[in-house]
């Protein structure tokens, strides 16, 4: 599991440490890992062109240290300093024993760089660059650069970007991963991640966590001898209409590629999910008369006439998912009224409907929004996007990090719900069905695009998941 924690938590820790050792150990370990970081980027640190960014706080310390460390190995290290009077003392003159310098031309030495050290703004930093270092930022874009801690910024605390920032290509964090480096939109500022443990003891519940491969692996479920298809999980899959039947075909196809025992079908589009699928269950409604079921998805292609079918479906005793068309007929008071756990799996747009707010702001504060769902309804939230992320009313909120590009595809959230609802139907608790859901989808949809990238159509997706299920568990 890889797990991020706010500002105020690093911070306090921070503290912690520092009470117990000598003065300036902590920078010193930040430093040295950070040095380590530049020298395998660059392969060969004798001549190599370093130039640091360095602003006013200990951020710019760490970066001046590690210049220092990569000057006395022989590389040709500049230091930028945007406020000079206010630079670390003690790192500039650290960096000018080792043979390191100020620079004296900004531009002239980050074009002639190898890499540069982002150093400007540390996680307490708040709102976008200053016009002279965002100026600064974007000339370093045509050379590899890596960030000291996040890239300066964005908001360590929330992943929102506020104004200009830094791209960097790789971010060395110390002690702790920071929500920020895991969220959309700053996670696609933030390049590879390379932790850097500086000794920090830290709570047992952090921010933010993100599945790795062994945490979805222990999650999936595995039938046993005596296991029937009401133990391995019955979903029932309310979707399609006469105008979305593939809709329908989506979500059957996601849901029996994720292990469920059987797939009920209610709706409109029974020939078509029958023609691709003749495993398939079935009935034409209600869905509350179509058999035992662990566990629904309601939503997908539904369109605009569905609210019965979604009220009927709401009042069952099992656990419930809800998408697309299916999320117009939600009222806070209906979910709140449930005795059974609720997931709600909103794109941005949909999200800021529940939400009476706009598109872009859903889509600048993820993680404020996803939060906000959860808390809302009263219901466990999976918000889609670019980090898709799981809340709900307690813990931790889940930042999936599997997934590409090629995967905003017309029915890959079909693919998603149908998944999701048969881990549901498994016994799986929401937050860790919707978590497992998005982790095999995204990397299904990575494995089907292949190593160069290509273009995927939402059922390829579906296809892959034995493979992606596959994956996980080597």
Not at 280 to 287: K, N, R, S, Y
Not at 313 to 332: K, N
């Amino acid at each position: 599991m890889r797990t991020a924690y706010s500002v105020e938590t690093v911070r306090a820790a921070e503290r912690e440490l520092m009470a117990r050792l000598p003065e300036g150990t902590l920078m010193r370990r930040a430093a040295a890992g950070l040095a380590v970081a530049c020298g395998e980027l660059l392969g060969r640190v004798y001549g190599a062109r370093v130039v640091l960014l360095v602003g006013s706080g200990d951020n710019g310390g760490d970066a001046l240290y590690a210049g220092a460390k990569l000057a006395a190995r022989g590389a040709g290290v500049r230091a930028v300093l945007l406020s000079p009077e206010r630079a670390h003392p003690g790192g500039l003159a650290a960096l000018r024993a080792a043979g390191g310098r100020v620079s004296s031309g900004a531009l002239r030495d980050i074009e002639r760089a190898d890499l540069v050290v982002d150093g400007i703004v540390g996680i307490g930093g708040r709102g976008g660059l200053r016009p002279e270092a965002a100026h600064l930022a974007d000339a370093a874009r045509r050379t590899t650069v890596v960030a000291v801690d996040l890239p300066s910024g964005v908001d360590a605390d929330t992943g929102e970007v506020p104004g200009r920032a830094v791209h960097a290509d790789v971010t060395v964090t110390f002690g702790a991963y920071k929500p920020g480096l895991l969220i959309d939109p700053a996670h696609e500022y933030a390049g590879a991640l390379r932790l850097v443990d500086i000794g920090l003891r830290l709570p047992d519940e952090p921010a933010v966590e993100a599945f790795q491969y062994a945490d979805v692996a222990g999650l999936l479920p595995r039938p046993s001898a005596e296991t029937d298809k009401y133990r391995r999980g019955v979903v029932g899959v309310v979707a399609g209409s006469a105008r979305y039947p593939g809709a329908a075909v989506l979500a059957v196809a996601g849901a029996l590629r994720g292990g469920a025992g059987a797939v009920r079908y209610v709706g409109h589009a029974a020939g078509a999910v029958l023609a691709r699928f003749p495993e398939t269950l079935v009935h034409q409604g209600p869905p509350s008369k179509a058999g035992r079921v662990q566990a629904w998805v309601i939503g997908p292609g539904l369109g605009e006439d569905g609210e019965a079918e979604v009220e009927d479906v709401l009042a069952s005793d099992v656990p419930v998912l809800v998408d697309a068309d299916g999320l117009r007929f939600l009222t806070p008071g209906r979910l709140r009224a449930r005795t059974a756990p609720t997931l709600l799996t909103p794109h941005a747009g949909e999200a800021a409907a529940l939400l009476h707010t706009a598109r872009e702001e859903v889509e600048a504060a993820r993680l404020a929004s996803v939060r906000a769902l959860a808390g809302r309804f009263g219901a466990t939230a999976l918000l889609k996007g670019s980090t898709t992320l799981i809340a709900d009313a307690a813990g931790p909120v889940r930042a999936n990090p599997t997934g590409t590009g090629w995967l905003a595809t017309a029915g890959s959230g079909d693919v998603l719900s149908g998944l999701t609802g048969s881990l549901l139907a498994a016994g799986l608790p929401p937050r860790d069905a919707a978590a497992t859901g998005a982790h095999l989808h995204g990397l299904a949809a990575r494995l089907a695009s292949g190593p160069q990238g290509t273009p995927v159509l939402a059922s390829q997706v579906a296809d892959t998941l034995p493979a992606a299920w596959r994956e996980v568990q080597i």
